[in-house]
C-alpha cells in the first residue's frame, strides 16, 4: 500500500510535509491532507515556539530518535512546516509513522 504522505529523501535524511494545529487536547497525529501533508495536534500553544518544540519532542517519541536529529527547516512561524529528520531514510520514517497509526 503506498502512502498518503509525502516524504522525501534529502542529504542527511528525510523530510516530511507537517501541518500543526497548537492547543490542542493532546499532542497526536490527525490524518493526512488530499495534498499528503500530515496532520498533527499539539497541546502547547504557539508562543515562544513551544508548540515547535512539542512537535520535535512528539516526532521524537513517535520516530524513535534523538531531539538532535529532528529540524524544522521551514514554516518556523506557520501552522505548515517542512521537518527533516536526520539519519533515517524516507521508508524508515514511513515505517515508524505507520506503525504509531496502526497502534
Known amino acids: 500500500m503506498r502512502r498518503k504522505y509525502k516524504l522525501t529523501n534529502g542529504k542527511y535524511g528525510a523530510a516530511i510535509t507537517v501541518r500543526v494545529t497548537p492547543r490542542a487536547r493532546k499532542s497526536e497525529f490527525a490524518g493526512v491532507l488530499e495534498d499528503g501533508t500530515v496532520r498533527i495536534r499539539i497541546q502547547e500553544p504557539p508562543v515562544e515556539d513551544k508548540a515547535n518544540q512539542a512537535l520535535v519532542r512528539f516526532l ?44
Do not use: H
Request: aromatic letters at 2%; zero cysteines.
Open 60 to 103: 521524537s517519541k513517535v520516530l524513535g530518535v534523538r531531539r538532535s536529529r529532528i529540524e524544522i527547516v521551514a514554516g518556523q512561524t506557520g501552522l505548515d512546516k517542512i521537518v527533516a529528520v536526520e539519519a533515517m531514510t524516507a521508508e524508515e520514517v514511513e515505517n515508524r509513522i505507520q506503525g504509531w497509526l496502526d497502534s
